[in-house]
Nanobody, 121 residues
């Protein structure tokens, strides 16, 4: 099983980015995005269930970020709009082989390598 993120980069405040996470090997019950800023612990961003019908978001990104998945492509996405400097972090995708819609990192079995998102003028 391999998770590969892409789509990170440098963007100005108020801008947008779309992250992708391609999963190889299988389709997972739950998938999610987490992020880690320098000097801070990894934090939950968003999660989605197997068929994409239910999602949860951290309060800090609600209304600005949208998580989605395309199971035919085994790919999950995070559309990030109205980006703020405090969104700067390494973003990780994660896969949960047992549960769904969980917001604790320890529940996730597989992790990508991370992609850097920097919001700065």
């Amino acid at each position: 099983v391999q998770l590969v993120e892409s789509g990170g980069g440098l963007v100005q405040p108020g801008g947008s980015l779309r992250l992708s996470c391609a999963a190889s090997g299988r389709t997972f019950s739950g998938m999610g995005w987490f992020r880690q800023a320098p000097g801070k612990e990894r934090e939950f961003v968003a999660t989605i269930n197997r068929i994409g019908s239910s999602t949860y978001y951290a309060d800090s990104v609600k209304g600005r970020f949208t998580i989605s998945r395309d199971n035919a492509k085994n790919t999950m996405y995070l559309q990030m709009n109205s980006l703020k400097p405090e969104d700067t972090a390494v973003y990780y995708c994660a896969a949960d082989s047992v549960g769904s819609l969980r917001r604790i990192a320890n529940y996730y079995d597989y992790w990508g390598q991370g992609t850097q998102v920097t919001v700065s003028s």
